[in-house]
Every structure is written in structure tokens, then in C-alpha cells.
């Protein structure tokens, strides 16, 4: 097999990889006011997860190793969270602590395999987006994380429909809340490690926008131009 046919083989493997990641993501950001306190609100919730799981391992298959790694931590949070969706148990740390230790992998992968990038085409700027969307779900499931061990470690100062008791889908909402610095003060870290963490997150999606620029402007340079 030529080089020729190598590259147009590797890259009909890796095509479209991260066009299904946005969907499923778009769909959970969409989704999540639904994810309701009841059985039917743990199975819509549970089938957008398993679509992100299945679609965040598919857009790391272009390195070998990644893949086997997001497989098995897959695999890790699709078990526990059948395991806790049959016991009927809402908010288990295994199954938040899987999920955040997948998220942040496939966050990472992703942004090395971005940053990275020779030239900007479709489906780099696909991936630049579900990097940003990853980091306010990873942060999102880490805060519920953190909730469920310590709970009160955030406050709801304006009840949402009526609903004083802190959840998931209140910390996703808090979570790009301080990616993109909005920040309403509805929902308000009460503790220290809690705010750490906030700071971190606002931080991050200040620097991640700074540095995707940067980069940008540092291949558009390098890229030759025609002279007319």
C-alpha cells in the first residue's frame, strides 16, 4: 500500500469524527432542562450519555492508544451507571467520578489533537468546538461530584421552578455559566474548594480562547499565501 493510499485511508477513518461529538453534545445542552428527577428522566439522560460515551470514544480512534483508554473508561461509566439506574440511585460519586475521569480525557485528547493541527479545515474547527463544549461538562460532572461528597458546596440564591435542592442539572448550568464568565449569581460556589474550582474553570475558558486564537493566527502565517 502506497503513502498515497495510507493517508486517504486514515483519513476516511478519522472523517467526520467529531461532527457526531458536537450533535451529541448540542443534544445534551439541549436536553438536559428534561433530564427530570423520575425514571424517564434517568432514561433520557441515560441514552444521551451513552451517545456521548459512544461518540467521544469514535473521536478519539485517531490515535490507537486513546481509544483503548476511552473504551475501557467507557466501558467503567456505562457499567456503573446501568448498575445505579437499575438500584434506582440518583447522584452515585463512582458514576459522576467515571464520568468526569472520561470527560477530562477525551478533553484533553482532543484539544492535544486541535492544538496541534497543520492547517484549519471543517473538522478542526468541529473539534475546537466540542472542546469548549467538553470543558463546561467535564467541570459540570466534577461539581456534581464534588456536590454529592460534600454537600452545600454550592447555593442556589434564585430557586429554579420552585427546586431549592442543588442537582446535575443545575451545575451544568452553573458550569458555562463560568466558562463564558456570564455568571447570573443564581447558583454561588459556598465552598472553598468549590470556588478553586469555579476560578479554574473561568480561567480556562478565558486562556483557551486566548491561546486558539493564537494559534490560528500563527498557521494562517505560516500557511503560503498567492500573490497575485
Known amino acids: 500500500m502506497t503513502g498515497q493510499e495510507h493517508q486517504a485511508r486514515d483519513k476516511k477513518n478519522t472523517a467526520n469524527r467529531f461532527v457526531f461529538l458536537l450533535v451529541a453534545l448540542a443534544v445534551l445542552l439541549v436536553g438536559y432542562p428534561y433530564f427530570q428527577d423520575n425514571q424517564f428522566g434517568a432514561f433520557l439522560g441515560g441514552l444521551v450519555s451513552l451517545a456521548l460515551l459512544i461518540s467521544s470514544a469514535y473521536a478519539v480512534r485517531a490515535q490507537k492508544w486513546a481509544v483503548i483508554v476511552a473504551s475501557g473508561l467507557a466501558l467503567l461509566t456505562a457499567s456503573a451507571s446501568i448498575m445505579a439506574f437499575i438500584k434506582g440511585i440518583r447522584g452515585h460519586p463512582l458514576v459522576e467520578a ?92 459556598a465552598t472553598f474548594q468549590s470556588q478553586s474550582l469555579a476560578s479554574i474553570e473561568g480561567v480556562i475558558g478565558v486562556m483557551y480562547v486566548a491561546v486558539l486564537i493564537a494559534r490560528m493566527v500563527s498557521i494562517h502565517s505560516q500557511t503560503p499565501q498567492n500573490l497575485d
Request: aromatic fraction near 18%.
Open 98 to 189: 467515571s464520568f468526569f475521569l472520561f470527560y477530562a480525557f477525551s478533553t484533553i485528547v482532543i484539544f492535544l489533537e486541535v492544538i496541534k493541527s497543520t492547517r484549519i479545515t471543517a473538522e478542526t474547527i468541529y473539534g475546537v468546538v466540542c472542546v469548549y463544549l467538553l470543558i463546561g461538562v467535564t467541570f459540570g460532572t466534577l461539581y456534581d461530584l464534588i456536590e454529592t461528597l460534600e454537600p452545600e458546596s454550592f447555593r442556589i440564591n434564585v430557586p429554579v421552578e420552585g427546586d431549592s435542592k442543588i442537582g446535575w442539572r443545575h451545575l451544568i448550568f452553573f458550569s458555562f455559566m463560568t466558562l463564558t464568565s456570564i455568571g447570573y449569581g443564581d447558583i454561588t460556589p
